[in-house]
Every structure is written in structure tokens, then in C-alpha cells.
């Protein structure tokens, strides 16, 4: 993978700064979903506000970003974005393809396994997808006009310098794959998330099942895994605004000398 230097052409600031990466070819797994979320559920999944991204002292790394709304509608906030995924080799047209198609999938998990998403009312499922089919569609334009915030990338290895980036979000990929992803692939890609976030930032992960619903099994030496490499990891818990359940989100931050003795209560 060749070095990339992005911008976030917001005024005349810089974007996050490269660092060199090896020269390996980026590759597209045909496996994983191309998924075109809109912002609105970013901030349901990963427990965040608008106010919240438009006060953010830097830029957010979406990633992977798929074909989603974010970078685009996040810019109305003030809000820089900078979305990295594998599938950015291809042409912004053949990445809204591949996510038209991961759609379809959606469409049919949907009717056969309903208990895993939005309740029927007034999230219908039809008004769900629509919701995609625009952020789809805000994508497009988006990387068209704007290629420097897609960075063609795969993790565990990422083209960005260290704390890049003031908060990190990383939605349906480590845990929702597990057969991709061993724990030790799980702990160095959280690893790297965690290396570009700034340490007073956070890195956010979801789902923490995969997409069948199961349930990590191995959070727990994952966890500690991660601390051996000194950072801090929580499971935060908040209700889903849809229904109120309770939904479950990994937060990790690098974890200094400081914070380390607080959180042993030494």
C-alpha cells in the first residue's frame, strides 16, 4: 500500500499526516459487506450526538467507511471525516454497486432474522433501507467531489500517522466477521485504531456479535490482551433508541501511566 496523504479540506488545514505503509496491494474481500449507513444511525449505534461531532477538537476516522452518508452529512456539522476501507480501490460508482447489492442482503437478514433489528414501528424496515439508498447516494457525489477523504486501506495496518484522528469509529467488521478475524487479528487492528486516535480521544467499535447475533466469546482475554499493549478498554452500555434495549459498545483509548494507576486504584 503506497503512503496517502489525506486532507480534510476544511478551510485551509491539512488532513491527518501519512506515515510510510507497506507497498502491498490493497484487497477488496468479497465477503464483507459494503454497507451505506446514514449519519443518524451512526450516532445510534456508537452513543453520540451532533452537538457531540461538531464540537470534536479534530477530525473523526470512519473505518471501515464503506459507501456511508457520514463524511458528507458530518461536513454540515463542521465536523472533518476522513473514511478509510479497502473497497476505496475501486471507483466510487462500482463501491455504491457493491453496496446496492449488500442492500439486497440486508433486505433478506431483515425478514429472517427480525429480533435483530430496528422494531417494525415506526423503524419499518422499507423506511430503514430507504434511509441507506440516500446515504448511498450522498456517497457517490461525496467521493466524487471529494476522493482525498476515501483512503483505500485495510486494517490492520492504516496509512495515517500516530493521533491523527480525535475519535475513531469502526462499525461491523472485527467482531461481526469472526471468521476473518482470530483474536490476535482483533487485538492488532484495535491496536491500530487505537495508535492513530489521539490519547485524549477514543476509538468506538460495534457491534460486539456477529451477524447472527452471537455474542463475542473471548472479550474478556481480548481485553486484557489489549491492556498488555497499555490500553484501557470499557463496555459501555446505553439503550437503544428504537426500543430501549440495551445495546453494548466497546470503547478503547490508549492508556497512559496516569491513567493506568486510576484505573488500579494505585
Known amino acids: 500500500m503506497a503512503a496517502v496523504r489525506t486532507s480534510a479540506d476544511r478551510g485551509t488545514g491539512a488532513g491527518p499526516a501519512a506515515r510510510p505503509a507497506a507497498e502491498a496491494p490493497v484487497a477488496v474481500d468479497a465477503a464483507v459487506l459494503v454497507t451505506s449507513r446514514p449519519l443518524d444511525e451512526y450516532c445510534a449505534l456508537f452513543d453520540l450526538t451532533r452537538s457531540q461531532l461538531a464540537a470534536l477538537p479534530g477530525p473523526l476516522l470512519d473505518c471501515p467507511g464503506g459507501a456511508a452518508g457520514l463524511a458528507a452529512e458530518a461536513r454540515e456539522l463542521g ?5 478509510a476501507d479497502p473497497a476505496y480501490v475501486l471507483p466510487a460508482p462500482e463501491v455504491a454497486a457493491h453496496a446496492l447489492a449488500a442492500r439486497a442482503s440486508m433486505a433478506a437478514a431483515m425478514a429472517a432474522r427480525p429480533h435483530l433489528y430496528p422494531a417494525p414501528h415506526p423503524y419499518r424496515s422499507e423506511r430503514y433501507l430507504r434511509s441507506w439508498d440516500r446515504a448511498r447516494r450522498l456517497f457517490t457525489a461525496d467521493a466524487a467531489a471529494h476522493p482525498q477523504r476515501y483512503v483505500a486501506a485495510a486494517l490492520p495496518r492504516l496509512p495515517f500517522a500516530d493521533g491523527s484522528f480525535a475519535l475513531t469509529l469502526s462499525a461491523y467488521l472485527l467482531f461481526a466477521y469472526p471468521e476473518r478475524f482470530g483474536i490476535e487479528g ?8 487505537v495508535r492513530v486516535t489521539s490519547p485524549d480521544g477514543e476509538v468506538r467499535v460495534q457491534p460486539l456479535h456477529d451477524g447472527h447475533g452471537r455474542r463475542c466469546g473471548h472479550l474478556d482475554p481480548l481485553r486484557r490482551a489489549l491492556g498488555e499493549r497499555c490500553i484501557a478498554s470499557e463496555i459501555r452500555r ?21 491513567r493506568r494507576a486510576a484505573r488500579d486504584g494505585s
Not at 186 to 193: N, P, S, T
Open 238 to 258: 446505553f439503550p437503544r433508541a428504537e426500543d430501549g434495549r440495551t445495546r453494548r459498545l466497546l470503547v478503547l483509548r490508549a492508556a497512559d501511566h496516569r
Open 186 to 193: 482483533q487485538v492488532a487492528a484495535l491496536a491500530e485504531l
Open 79 to 83: 465536523c472533518r471525516v476522513i473514511a
